[in-house]
């Protein structure tokens, strides 16, 4: 953990800000110096909540030669045929399938492809769950989501213009509320809606808490039994959290149901990588379903972006080949950190309402009567990020 005195990075660095900024230069080596030094500072002042890792030095070095000569992974590594995959589209496949194992995955009809990022890979699990809704019956999806989803997923469906509901949160798990959620399925069963699209996230943005995994799918198996036409197309949203949860949870199993569909991590959070850096994974028999031909090529697309940074590719394969006991010696070290934090924010806040979850390095601090502000010497030493979701202000902590 690092601190740098506040007061002279508002007045020093404030200044190199200026003249960073100042088009009218021309010093141009100067100004990139500066820039250099105004990063180097700013790397100093993070601390243990920045919201991503910094990226490992052999990854940022990768990537520059897949920018330098512009490599591009584009399509789906898995409709392509084995021979004909140029070699940063056989890494993109030995990391999907790496990341498959380390979730114990073992359906080799699981496919993926590497994303930008958490929002990418949320959008395109909506689509095509949108597409496979559509051969299940005839009324509109719904999609289900409680306050503290993380605000792409709603995004994604007012892109593809489906409608959403929202469920609670129990606030004793501050994971979504498995009777609300049943409530809310047979309110709209009764209205004959029977279609819905559920992503299940695991480790909330803004506290770090997790959706009942397990119980949602007993819940939906009942359902399906019970209402031949209820439909519900689930994925598991680990973006944040699902990277250290491999490593610190024995039994991580987030693809064990045949009902969840599809499973989103990032790389950029914890995994060392740079922006943008994201996998999603899906099972292999819905590609058909939002396949796209190339008019050009002798391939189909099946992803979003369709041309994609072969440089994202070969900056994660750069951090995972080292070996997986390095992953596992990290994360445990940084739910020591946490829980360390944790004490001591105890400590000295006695009257503070403090969510935190096993295996999660993101916690957070209700605000309430008694805890308007954390005490001047804690804030100091710590950054956060203040929080205000349909009324309940809370400040949120990632640890690095």
Known sequence: MYFFPRRVK?????????????????????????LYILIFFEKIGANINSLWSRASWKSVLVSLVGNRFSINNLGNVYSINGGKLSITQRIEKQVVEWNKKIINCHDE?????????GTESNLFLMWMGREYLKLKGDSEPLLLTTNFTHYSVSKSGRILDIDFHFVRVDKRSWGMDLVNLEKVFLRFIEKKRYLFLLPITIGYSSTGASDPLVKIVSLVKELKQQHPKFECFMWVDAAAQGLPKSFLENNFKPLQSSLIQGYVVDFHKYGDSPLPSGIVLYRGSLRKLIETPISYLAEDDSTILGSRS?????????????????????????????????????????????????????????????????????????????????????????NQ
């Open 10 to 34: 508002s007045s020093f660095l404030s200044k190199l800000r200026v003249f960073v900024l100042d088009f009218n230069s021309k010093l141009s080596f100067l100004k990139l110096f500066a």
């Open 109 to 117: 009809k699981t496919e993926g492809y590497i994303t930008s990022g």
């Open 310 to 398: 072969g440089a994202s590719v070969l900056a994660i394969w750069a951090n995972i080949i080292g070996g997986n006991n390095k992953w596992r010696r990290k994360f445990i070290r940084l739910e020591k950190r946490k829980n360390d934090l944790v004490k001591n924010l105890k400590e000295k806040n006695p009257n503070a309402n403090i969510l935190y979850f096993k295996n999660s390095l993101t916690f957070a601090v209700e605000v309430n009567s008694d805890l308007n502000e954390f005490s001047r010497e804690f804030g100091d030493e710590h950054s956060f990020l203040k929080c205000d979701i349909n009324g309940f202000i809370h400040y949120k902590f990632h």
